[in-house]
């Protein structure tokens, strides 16, 4: 059962429902039509979600959600409820958000767990924090994408791979890179890699 609506708070800028699947939809680079295939929702109906004129029920909501690669708590953080005031800005530790990359949801298969740290996927910039177990991976082939990321290592040890070439980073290093060469993010350790990093929102297309 998803988390009762908080509803949004318009004259202190509050992000709305409609607005957090908007810009959802958009970073995972897919069209109103790419939404309404895969919901099997109209895409007028889903046009009035999206601009707060159509409310929809919890389940139409875990359609969405499922769509779009995020369970339907994403829409509405666990946790306390979310001050109106702060969801634009403000991230509690008790309401991140966790991310996904695919269809196949979230990454515990690749024994890596992600979180976002920033309030919202509407800016140019994204931060977050990765936690890899021990000899977990990214993957075992490198990917790229459009734009920049950039990390700083909290614990344990990061082998990374940036076009070709591994740079082993402890914990107090940091990296930055474009991301259109190709790389790749191993723990090498026997003890969990965490760290945090900031990008361009694109990095969590499908």
Known sequence: ????????DETHGAVSLGAEIRAL????????????E????????????ERDITK??????QEIGDALGVDSGWFYPPGESVDPRERR??????????LSYSKLGQTDYLGMTD??????????????????NPGASTGDDDYSHEGEEAGYVL??????????????LQAGDSYSFPSHLPHRF????????????AGSPIIFHY
């Open 1 to 8: 059962m998803a988390k009762a609506a908080v509803e949004p």
């Open 25 to 36: 939809r958009k970073v995972k680079g897919l069209t109103l039509t790419d939404l309404a």
């Open 38 to 49: 895969r919901t099997g929702k109209s895409i007028g109906y889903l046009s009035q979600v």
């Open 56 to 61: 929809p029920s919890v389940k139409v909501l």
């Open 89 to 98: 800005f403000i991230v509690r530790a008790r309401n991140r958000r966790r």
């Open 115 to 132: 979180y976002l740290l920033s309030s919202n996927l509407e800016g140019q910039l994204a931060l977050g924090i990765t936690t890899l």
């Open 155 to 168: 614990e344990g040890s990061i082998d990374l791979t940036i076009d070709g070439e591994t740079f082993r």
């Open 186 to 197: 191993v723990n090498p350790a026997d003890e969990n890699a965490v760290f945090l990093w």
